[in-house]
């Protein structure tokens, strides 16, 4: 008797299964929305074909799909491309830098170094190639840096920002300091050489 | 106290009648206790007006037990004269939840809407990035320079307006903003030419283009001074 009241609408019958169905739209609603900068690959696969043709678009697809950039940096990378684009650049440059981003995500390092070196490139006015070979060795530096961030984590230095160190390690790497040197300024607690250490020190 | 059974004025046996018609149902249903229901039957033995009172009670029992049995019939008058009889309703229809169902419906999926992208925003990883930023503070120093700009990664190397206070003062160029925790590499832009990094920084790298970078590390350590 009770179902069949429910099923005519009466008062009570609809009130039982609404909160459960006000869940369940909720739910659907999340699940179906695209994450922030989700389709930004797309319109960067765009940009790629319609700059260098579908060959280049193709190569960097390669290297973009499957790759673990967070989603909040894709519009980054995406924005990056998009000033190689507008400068002139050759299909090397996001070539390059999409390869050694990739490289970086995979390893858990924050891409946005190599965005901001793009941005410096292009401001500099940088040829291409000198552009690419920073890139690439900036990348090395980082991947160079995270070995000995993690293994001087494993002799007990605490850093306040692993993404912060990375990048400070890379710049004294860059410079030309080498690991060990680092490594027991850092254990020894002697940063008078590495200032900018001390600020990424818990 | 025990009164004597037969033995006293009509007072007296009325006040019997009155303790005994107490026990006139336990009685009937047999859950008096023996000596109890002996005494009981002597009372009715002399007592007519408490034998009439158990008779009466026995057939109203037995018409009881005989009405279980009755399949009574409402008459078919009865749901109209009690539907007739009825206030009237005081919702109008318009707001019966029959037309008001689809309504809150609606209303309910373009809540869950806006709840689903609060939620897309609140998603563990996509973690919301609490800034504590803080107030860096540069002084270059080019008593020859006409105009200095201040370029790096906070305003990706000039592809970007950032809030900057900027003031000069005999060739002291001075520039404030506040920054998120992070790694800042940085150039002076001097007459919109030169590419210049600030000598009071605590710590310069090669930009790896021929050229150097003033390196600004903003912390929550560098409470005072992150120049």
Wanted: proline share 5%; glycine share 8%; hydrophobic share 40%.
């Amino acid at each position: 008797m009770g179902l069949v009241r429910m099923s005519k609408g009466s008062g009570r019958g609809p009130a039982c299964f609404y909160p459960g169905g006000f869940i369940l739209l909720l739910a659907l609603s999340v699940c179906l929305y695209p994450a922030k900068g989700r389709c930004s690959w797309k319109e960067v696969d765009t940009m790629l074909a319609e700059a260098y043709g579908d060959k280049v678009a193709r190569e960097c697809a390669d290297y973009y799909q499957g790759l673990e950039i967070p989603e909040d940096t894709v519009p980054s990378v995406g924005e990056a491309i998009a000033r190689l684009v507008n400068a002139g650049y050759p299909a090397g440059c996001p070539v390059e830098y999409l390869k050694a981003a990739g490289d970086l995500s995979r390893a858990g390092i924050d891409v946005s170094d190599l965005t901001s070196k793009i941005s410096e490139g292009i401001a500099k006015k940088v040829s291409p190639e000198r552009l690419n070979r920073v890139l690439a060795q900036r990348a090395e530096a980082l991947q160079e840096a995270r070995v000995l961030v993690l293994s001087l984590e494993g002799s007990g230095v605490e850093f306040l920002d692993k993404q912060m160190a990375y990048r400070v390690m890379a710049d004294y790497l860059l410079r030309g300091v080498g690991p060990d040197d680092l490594r027991s300024g850092l254990i020894e607690g002697d940063l008078k050489s590495f200032p900018a250490l001390d600020n990424v020190l818990r | 106290m025990q009164y004597p059974i037969g033995a006293g004025g009509e007072e007296l046996r009325f006040m019997n009648c009155r303790r005994y018609e107490k026990l006139i149902d336990p009685y009937l249903s047999g859950v008096l206790a023996p000596s109890d229901r002996d005494r009981f039957e002597r009372h009715l033995v002399d007592c007519a007006s408490c034998r009439e009172s158990v008779a009466e009670f026995q057939a109203l029992d037995a018409m009881l037990d005989d009405a279980s049995h009755w399949q009574v019939e409402p008459p078919p008058y009865l749901v109209e004269r009690i539907m007739a009889n009825l206030p009237a309703r005081s919702v109008s229809r318009l707001w019966s939840w029959r037309f008001l169902h689809p309504v809150v419906a609606a209303l309910s999926l373009v809540l869950a809407v806006g709840l689903g992208f609060l939620a897309r925003d609140m998603l563990p990883g996509q973690e919301q990035v609490v800034a504590r930023s803080q107030q860096v503070r540069i002084i270059f120093f080019s008593p020859e320079a006409s105009s200095v700009a201040l370029i790096g990664d906070f305003n990706e190397w000039g592809q970007r307006e950032v809030t900057l206070a900027q003031s000069s003062d005999r060739g002291i160029w001075e520039f404030s903003m506040a920054l998120d925790p992070g790694v800042y590499h940085y150039n002076l832009l001097v007459d919109g030419e030169r590419w210049v990094a600030n000598p009071k920084s605590s710590t310069l790298v090669p930009d790896g283009f021929g050229g150097y970078n003033s390196v600004l590390v903003v912390s929550e350590k560098c409470q005072d001074d992150c120049s």
